[in-house]
């Protein structure tokens, strides 16, 4: 096994392969507190990449309602629990990763779903931790929490499933760092659904390959966010790339999210995938909750978020989520607006940070109306 530096866990670790980071890395923010679980995205997804023959039960986006809710079934505990105990030393990681803790004669540590585990998508979902007793009404601040977790492949830089693959058919981009399997090479011994410890390998029966998440890696080629992206309701998501932590730019969202402000964390860094999805965590679920999910700065970037609307950077930069199609490799505020540029340096739009809010009277006078929209 070589060595390789995972920043996530701050150390060292144990890997099939050499580092090899890519020219670019396709990451992505998700902020957690704006999702409203409507599950456009997870249709967005179903209707471009697996609406065939063989792929029904594929969710390459799934939408799961934490504490409770998992897809497949219980993908998380099983894991957690296989790894037995997690120690941190402030944020190095001082357990094993899922590749140090395989077994012997395997590559990763991991375990494939049963058929019946696909058949839960919204398992738990709306369900709120604790018992909410009979005749019991809210009061603040309430006990009683869950919140929406939306999962995307990670497109990690140490990706289980190529690391697991025994014919080399899961490559990583060198161009973006976007991970697919070669449907041509695969052979469908499915050793990359048990490795990938987020469950978003999918196996077809039809086709006997497996197939996963492509990250529409042909509308980001073109400078377009991918589908789940786009089409978010709650504009949660924002893709962009990542660069490595003493690489960070101040003005790349991505980066600013994650090296500098650190508000933006990955899920689960203790399996040592170094995944690009980074979540901003739900400030009203406990930190201790957070921090099992996103590691140890989670109490922090909650902190952090708290704070937002006295940080009129970070403010600004969460109102770009969501505001255009185009990948926003750039940004910067000036007073009160807030612009994304894009690949060439070309502004692609702006956007104030307060809106001006026009109350119109209810009678209108002049054309003797009664208005019933009145802002
Ligand atoms: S579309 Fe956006 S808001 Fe709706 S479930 Fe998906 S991530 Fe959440
Ligand atoms: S999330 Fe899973 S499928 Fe995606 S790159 Fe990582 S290990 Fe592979």
Same mark, same amino acid.
Not at 47 to 57: D, F, H
Not at 60 to 75: D, H, I, Q, R
């Given at each position: 096994? =070589? !060595?390789?530096? *995972?920043?996530?866990?701050?150390?060292?670790?144990?890997?099939?392969? %050499?580092?090899?980071?890519?020219? &670019?890395?396709?990451?992505?923010?998700?902020?957690?507190?704006?999702?409203?679980?409507?599950?456009?995205?997870?249709?967005?997804?179903?209707?471009?990449?697996?609406?065939?023959?063989?792929?029904?039960?594929?969710?390459?986006?799934?939408?799961?309602?934490?504490?409770?809710?998992?897809?497949?079934?219980?993908?998380?505990?099983?894991?957690?629990?296989?790894?037995?105990?997690?120690?941190?030393?402030?944020?190095?990681?001082?357990?094993?990763?899922?590749?140090?803790?395989?077994?012997?004669?395997?590559?990763?540590?991991?375990?494939?779903?049963?058929?019946?585990?696909?058949?839960?998508?919204?398992?738990?979902?709306?369900?709120?931790?604790?018992?909410?007793?009979?005749?019991?009404?809210?009061?603040?601040?309430?006990?009683?929490?869950?919140?929406?977790? =939306? !999962?995307?492949? *990670?497109?990690?830089?140490?990706?289980?499933?190529?690391?697991?693959? %025994?014919?080399?058919?899961?490559? &990583?981009?060198?161009?973006?760092?976007?991970?697919?399997?070669?449907?041509?090479?695969?052979?469908?011994?499915?050793?990359?659904?048990?490795?990938?410890?987020?469950?978003?390998?999918?196996?077809?029966?039809?086709?006997?390959?497996?197939?996963?998440?492509?990250?529409?890696?042909?509308?980001?080629?073109?400078?377009?966010q991918?589908?789940?992206?786009?089409?978010?309701?709650?504009?949660?998501?924002m893709?962009g790339?990542?660069?490595?932590?003493?690489?960070?730019?101040?003005d790349?969202p991505?980066?600013?999210?994650?090296?500098?402000?650190?508000?933006?964390?990955?899920?689960?860094?203790?399996?040592?995938?170094?995944?690009?999805?980074?979540?901003?965590?739900?400030?009203?679920?406990?930190?201790?909750?957070?921090?099992?999910?996103?590691?140890?700065? =989670?109490?922090?970037?909650?902190?952090?978020?708290?704070?937002?609307?006295?940080?009129?950077?970070?403010?600004g930069l969460?109102c770009l989520f969501g505001s255009t199609e185009k990948m926003v490799t750039r940004f910067r505020r000036?007073?009160?607006l807030v612009t994304a540029v894009g690949?060439?340096?070309a502004d692609l739009v702006r956007v104030?940070?307060?809106?001006?809010?026009?109350?119109?009277?209810?009678?209108?006078?002049?054309?003797?109306?009664?208005?019933?929209?009145?802002?």
């Amino acid at each position: 096994m =070589a !060595r390789v530096n *995972n920043w996530q866990i701050g150390r060292e670790m144990s890997y099939w392969y %050499p580092e090899a980071r890519p020219k &670019k890395q396709f990451a992505a923010v998700f902020d957690t507190n704006k999702c409203i679980a409507c599950q456009t995205c997870t249709l967005a997804c179903k209707t471009t990449w697996t609406s065939g023959k063989g792929q029904e039960y594929m969710l390459w986006n799934n939408v799961e309602t934490k504490p409770y809710g998992s897809y497949p079934l219980a993908y998380d505990l099983k894991l957690l629990d296989m790894l037995n105990g997690q120690a941190w030393n402030g944020n190095k990681y001082e357990g094993q990763t899922l590749f140090e803790s395989a077994p012997a004669g395997e590559r990763v540590l991991g375990w494939r779903p049963e058929q019946q585990d696909y058949a839960y998508p919204n398992v738990g979902e709306d369900d709120c931790a604790n018992q909410v007793d009979h005749g019991a009404f809210l009061s603040l601040p309430h006990m009683n929490w869950f919140f929406y977790l =939306a !999962r995307i492949c *990670n497109h990690c830089t140490y990706p289980a499933c190529l690391a697991s693959c %025994p014919r080399g058919s899961i490559y &990583k981009r060198p161009e973006d760092g976007i991970v697919l399997v070669d449907q041509n090479r695969c052979r469908g011994y499915q050793e990359c659904v048990k490795g990938c410890p987020y469950k978003k390998v999918f196996f077809n029966p039809l086709t006997n390959t497996s197939e996963k998440c492509i990250a529409c890696f042909p509308k980001v080629e073109q400078g377009i966010q991918p589908q789940c992206f786009v089409n978010c309701i709650g504009k949660i998501r924002m893709a962009g790339f990542l660069n490595k932590p003493e690489e960070a730019r101040a003005d790349n969202p991505i980066d600013y999210l994650v090296h500098i402000k650190k508000v933006a964390l990955p899920l689960f860094p203790q399996f040592g995938l170094e995944p690009n999805v980074y979540y901003i965590p739900p400030i009203h679920a406990p930190a201790s909750f957070n921090r099992q999910l996103f590691g140890p700065g =989670a109490a922090e970037a909650m902190k952090i978020y708290r704070n937002a609307a006295n940080d009129p950077d970070l403010a600004g930069l969460l109102c770009l989520f969501g505001s255009t199609e185009k990948m926003v490799t750039r940004f910067r505020r000036q007073g009160d607006l807030v612009t994304a540029v894009g690949d060439g340096g070309a502004d692609l739009v702006r956007v104030p940070m307060h809106e001006t809010v026009h109350i119109r009277p209810a009678i209108d006078p002049m054309n003797q109306l009664v208005r019933i929209n009145i802002p």
